[in-house]
């Protein structure tokens, strides 16, 4: 593979994670959450999103 090939294939990855990013924002933005955790953070079991509790 020479550079420009890899910059491409680069390019083209992060524009797919962007795009997942985005569906992932949203599914945790719809989810009916159900925490669970510690003293420090807690997660949702249903769509992993992570709450800090404690800086």
Excluded: P
């Excluded at 985005?22 to 959450?33: F, K, M, P, S, W």
């Excluded at 669970?36 to 509790?53: H, Q, R």
């Amino acid at each position: 593979m020479n550079v420009q090939k890899i910059r491409e294939e680069i390019k083209q990855l992060e524009r797919k994670i962007e795009v997942l990013q985005v569906r992932l924002n949203e599914i945790q933005q719809a989810c009916d959450h159900h925490f669970i955790g510690d003293a420090y953070y807690e997660t949702c079991s249903k769509c992993n999103k992570v709450n800090v509790l404690y800086y």
